[in-house]
């Protein structure tokens, strides 16, 4: 199956810095691509859908200045919490969307997930 | 009411059991659904998807009914390996995903 690939798979950094997640599909070209949070025992909540080549479209609540989606290319969308806080900390999981053959059925493959930790 | 809803669980089943779960979608405009498993501090990954005539995939078995706008997935002889979420995934028709918040399946010895 298609694989999506996701880096770094953990970090921990202090209040107030930056950090960034990549999202790469490895084996597809991948127009539309997803950037999810999950917190311990809940859903998976979708914060934005990055499209290649124009901007990312935000989910209600979710800062647009905050989280910063780049989608430069097909096999590749960034994720860059800005001025992260303790409250930031969660399971940040992109996804890609495989549009498959013509007449199939599209569907989305997801990275491993990037645990982010601010002390 | 939600758009995608399901039963949170946990269903606690011995190994070989049959187990069922179901999931509701709100809009009828819903075009493509899917099961997805995830395990505890793992991403989703792609279980089946539902095909309107239904499906099966070994013990898996995914069915739709638009009537009602529930799609199912039906486990036959549990393993411990099974145990996980089950996520629950409409697309609408613009492809944006929607998540329900998963089913925990337990399955002991």
């Known amino acids: 199956g298609a694989v999506v690939s996701q880096h770094p798979s953990r970090v921990i950094c202090k209040s107030g810095t930056s950090v960034k997640i990549e999202c790469r599909s490895l084996d597809f070209q991948a127009t539309t691509m997803f950037w999810y949070r999950q917190f311990p025992k809940q859903s998976l909540m979708l914060m934005a859908t990055s499209n290649e080549g124009s901007k990312a479209t935000y989910e209600q609540g979710v800062e647009k200045d905050k989280f910063l989606i780049n989608h430069a290319s097909l096999t590749l969308s960034t994720l860059t919490v800005t001025s992260a806080h303790p409250e930031d900390s969660s399971f940040y999981i992109c996804?890609?969307?495989?549009?498959?053959?013509?007449?199939?059925?599209?569907?989305?493959?997801f990275g491993p997930g990037t645990r982010l930790t601010v002390l | 009411r939600k758009e995608v809803e399901q039963d949170p669980g946990p269903f606690n089943v011995p190994e070989g059991a049959t187990v069922a779960f179901n999931c509701t979608y709100s809009n009828s405009a819903s075009q493509s659904f899917f099961w997805y498993r995830q395990d505890c501090r793992k991403e989703p990954k792609l279980l089946m998807s539902?095909?309107?005539s239904g499906n099966e995939d070994g013990r898996f078995t995914a069915q739709l009914n638009r009537a009602s706008q529930y799609i199912s997935l039906l486990i036959r002889d549990s393993k411990l390996s099974d145990s996980a979420t089950y996520l629950c995934?409409?697309?609408?028709?613009?492809?944006?995903?929607?998540f329900g918040r998963g089913t925990s399946l337990i399955v002991h010895p």
């Open positions: 995934v409409v697309n609408k028709g613009s492809y944006i995903p929607t």
């Open positions: 539902v095909y309107s």
């Open positions: 996804s890609a969307r495989d549009p498959g053959l013509a007449g199939g059925s599209d569907t989305q493959y």
